[in-house]
């Protein structure tokens, strides 16, 4: 009897998200968490991963290294994000180095003697902000999430608290600006707490750190309280095996070519490895780590530039080694198309209609939370700028009469994931009401689709 992908995800400690994109990389048409895995593929799998072990048993040569937390911080603007992060950049690196710092690095890490490392992500501000924000939730293991007590909680600190919560990532709360007379971090537990976010003072496990950003008070606690979040998480990673990670930023360097910042969040990248990134490739010829030096190779939640792209890879993408170039080609092809829909969603931000941003309802359901949780990570990846996808429902099981009335009542497309067919009374409704309903088998197909409906709505080009 073969292992479910779950349970093998569970027992290699890496996501089932993971699991199921690295299986889809592979070839695989995976449906549900549930399905069982030959031993062949298990095998695969864990080799992915970088481990060398014999299924089905062998479960302490399994055990993967631990590894430090890859942070993100999130919140409205103006709440002190930016301060926040040069603070801790100014922490990052011992007096007198700053000069050797690349400030390209869109990254950085902070040694804390003793209690560990962790990886921040300098998630760039304003431009693209809201899409870097879904990257961002998606490719971290922790949000800490900013909100000024003198402001409190914003639009966009809900934001950050449903993306957090549809790709399952974490948070710890930050209440900054606490140096400020009348900070009153008890009005803020308050109104999380009608937000669905419960902290430790309320009773809760949320953890929460009061801080000034500006002051640098605060600010060791708030790493503790990092460490601590990432110990309970038990965040493991091979240390050599093959690398992957994601492009957080690229540039062109008149000299060497497109260069690229990222985060590793597996394996090792080594110079001289094939690396894809969504429709570029290249191979690694410069590895800087997080001080800019030049490196032979880098670990699990490490930050590395990358020289040695053919073209330059964009923000956001995955990365990955393969063995030799003619798989990197192969890879590259497959997302091309891909792309080229994504760009075109993209670049319509430069075309006219300024400020205002149409909205696509969708309403997703799948067969099971993991499943589920797979699709609404990819979704929120897709890039939102002029037009933005709007997930207005999501949820598990088949489509249901309430579905078909929110999606007729708001125009909504529904988009199901391995769920059964609606029975024949439900499919007059859906048919008088004229609501779309789409299924898929595959999350690639179902993403393609997707991003069609998005391109189909954008104002036709001169
Ligand atoms: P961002 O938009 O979230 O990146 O916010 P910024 O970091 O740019 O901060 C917005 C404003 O708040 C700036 O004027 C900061 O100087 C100020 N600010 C940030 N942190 C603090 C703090 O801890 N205390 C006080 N009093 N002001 C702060």
């Known amino acids: 009897p073969g292992m479910t992908i779950k349970e093998l995800a569970e027992t290699m400690g890496i996501r089932v998200v993971d699991a199921l994109k690295s299986l889809i990389k592979m070839g695989e048409e995976p449906k549900t968490i549930q399905d069982e895995l030959t031993i062949d593929i298990a095998e695969l799998l864990v080799l992915e991963y970088g481990m060398h072990v014999k299924l089905p048993e062998g479960s302490e040569s399994m055990k993967l290294d631990l590894r430090a937390p890859v942070v993100t911080i999130m919140g409205h603007v103006d709440h002190g994000k930016t301060t926040l992060l040069d603070y801790l950049r100014s922490t990052s690196v011992a007096a007198g180095e700053v000069g050797g710092i690349t400030q390209s690095i869109a990254a950085f890490e902070v040694h804390r003697p003793k209690l560990g490392k962790i990886c921040f992500i300098d998630t760039p501000g304003h431009q693209a902000f809201s899409s870097m924000r879904e990257r961002g939730a998606k490719a971290t293991d922790i949000i800490v999430l900013v909100i000024a007590a003198e402001d409190g909680v914003m639009p966009q600190t809900i934001e950050v608290i449903d993306h957090a919560r549809a790709a399952q990532v974490p948070i710890i709360i930050a209440v900054n600006k606490c140096d400020l007379p009348g900070a009153d971090p008890n009005m803020i537990y308050s109104q999380l707490m009608e937000h669905g976010v419960t902290v430790e003072p309320f009773g809760g496990d949320v953890q929460t750190v009061n801080i000034s950003a500006l002051r640098g008070q605060g600010i060791d606690k708030l790493e503790e309280a990092i460490l601590l979040l990432a110990e309970m998480m038990d965040l493991r990673a091979p240390r050599d ?7 957080i930023e690229s540039r062109k360097d008149k000299a060497l070519g497109p260069v690229a910042s990222c985060v590793i969040t597996l394996g090792a990248l080594r110079v001289g490895d094939v690396v894809v990134a969504g429709a570029d490739w290249g191979r690694v ?134 769920c059964r067919q609606p029975s024949a009374q439900l499919k007059k409704t859906i048919q008088n009401l004229e609501v779309k309903v789409s299924d898929f088998r595959i999350i690639y197909d179902l993403i393609d689709n997707v991003t069609s409906l998005l391109v189909s709505k954008l104002p036709p080009r001169e």
């Open 241 to 247: 095996g093959p690398a992957e990670g994601f492009i």
């Open 285 to 418: 010829k410069v590895l800087r780590d997080a001080k800019g030096e030049s490196v032979k190779f880098v670990g699990p939640s490490s930050v590395a530039e990358v020289v040695g792209f053919r073209s330059q890879p964009s923000a956001g993408q995955e990365l990955f080694v393969v063995e030799n170039d003619s798989k990197a080609e192969s890879y590259t092809e497959k997302f091309g198309s891909r792309k080229g829909s994504m760009k075109r969603i993209q670049s319509s931000k430069q075309e006219e209609h300024q400020g205002e941003l149409m909205e696509v309802p969708v309403i997703v359901k799948a067969d099971c939370e993991g499943t589920l949780e797979a699709v609404m990570a990819s979704l929120l990846a897709l890039p939102s700028h002029e037009i933005v996808l709007k997930i207005i429902e999501s949820g598990t099981g088949p489509v249901t009469e309430s579905d078909v009335q929110s999606a007729s009542a708001s125009g909504a497309h529904i988009y199901t994931f391995n």
